[in-house]
């Protein structure tokens, strides 16, 4: 059974960071691309952050580049996204989820399994 299980998250105050984290499990995991995404209410789901754990190529949003550093622990199965240096426009739900395909794929469709979610809530 594939599983991917976000944790990390929190409240934190502007300017702060936090490490997210996504333990995958049920599948093979430098087959597949991993990437990051975020929700808030009445929003749709945007991307955040991609990386392809069998040759480290990472991606960023524009909104996040150069604050948020996305990296892989192949022999844990888990991917990680940094932030920093938060502002409360971060503030949503992160999800982290996983595509077949296998490459980085910018668009939610593209992904077959999403975790459960884990809550960045950025005070200002």
């Known amino acids: 059974e594939v599983q991917l299980v976000e944790s990390g998250g929190g409240l934190v105050q502007a300017g702060g960071s936090l490490r997210l984290s996504c333990a995958a499990s049920?599948?093979?995991?430098?087959?597949?691309?991993i990437g990051w995404f975020r929700q808030t209410p009445g929003k749709e789901r945007e991307g955040v952050s991609w990386i392809s754990p069998s040759d480290g190529d990472t991606h960023y949003a524009d909104s996040v580049k150069g604050r948020f550093t996305i990296s892989s622990d192949n022999a844990k199965n888990t991917v990680y996204l940094q932030m920093n240096s938060l502002k409360s426009e971060d503030t949503a739900v992160y999800y982290c989820?996983?595509?077949?395909?296998?490459?980085?794929?910018?668009?939610?469709?593209?992904?077959?399994?999403w975790g459960q979610g884990t809550q960045v809530t950025v005070s200002s």
């Open positions: 049920g599948f093979t995991f430098e087959d597949y691309a």
């Open positions: 989820a996983a595509t077949s395909i296998g490459v980085i794929v910018i668009t939610p469709l593209g992904y077959n399994y």
